[in-house]
């Protein structure tokens, strides 16, 4: 069984799911994100977890 990390954008330790430049998504979270459409209030928190990826990737 894979080990548990935290997910960036919910915060709960799972062991399945992707890594993104070093930063782990759980599948559940993978999915949230792909499906929510652009006016969802929740697209802006996705939006800010995934600039974290991107900055933590470029300092």
């Known amino acids: 069984m ?3 990390e935290s997910c960036i954008v919910c915060g709960v330790s799972k062991s399945r799911g992707l890594h993104i430049c ?3 998504v759980c599948e559940e979270c ?7 459409d652009v ?3 929740r697209y802006a928190h996705y ?13």
């Open 22 to 24: 070093g930063k782990f």
């Open 39 to 41: 006016s969802d209030p």
């Open 2 to 4: 894979a080990a548990e």
């Open 47 to 59: 939006i800010e977890c995934m600039k974290e990826i991107w900055l933590a990737a470029i300092s």
């Open 30 to 36: 993978e999915r949230e994100i792909v499906g929510t």
